[in-house]
Nanobody
């Protein structure tokens, strides 16, 4: 069973930056796509970004394109989310997730149902 542990959340002013990390253990990290989701109070969990197992393909939700960057280090079993130009509407709990299956292609999943393991979440608060 895989364990995912997020870190790097916190309080930042609008326009600032944060870098989230997610360390995986308990299962082979390489070979599985990874994703970042977020959930704000009273809202559904939404996909923010995702990356293929190789790192060659990525997906970004429209509102974060050009501001957030997802990356991974398969040697360190870690996926990152660099968040720049943060806005108050980015305030949410951010979750790391591992794909439910190991695809033969460089596929990037986007839907919640395509992810099988989740971290406990890390709070990101952006003040105006």
């Amino acid at each position: 069973q895989v364990q995912l542990v997020e870190s790097g959340g916190g309080l930042v002013q609008a326009g600032g930056s944060l870098r989230l990390s997610c360390a995986a253990s308990g299962r082979t990290f390489r070979g599985y796509p990874m994703g970042w989701f977020r959930q704000a109070p009273g809202k559904e969990r939404e996909s923010v970004a995702a990356i293929s197992w190789s790192g060659g393909n990525t997906y970004y939700e429209d509102s974060v394109k050009g501001r957030f960057t997802i990356s991974r280090d398969n040697a360190k079993n870690t996926v990152y989310l660099q968040m720049d130009s943060l806005k108050p509407e980015d305030t949410a709990v951010y979750y790391c997730a591992m794909g439910a299956f190991s695809p033969s292609s460089d596929y990037v999943p986007r839907r919640t149902a395509e992810f099988g393991s989740w971290g406990q979440g890390t709070q990101v608060t952006v003040s105006s």
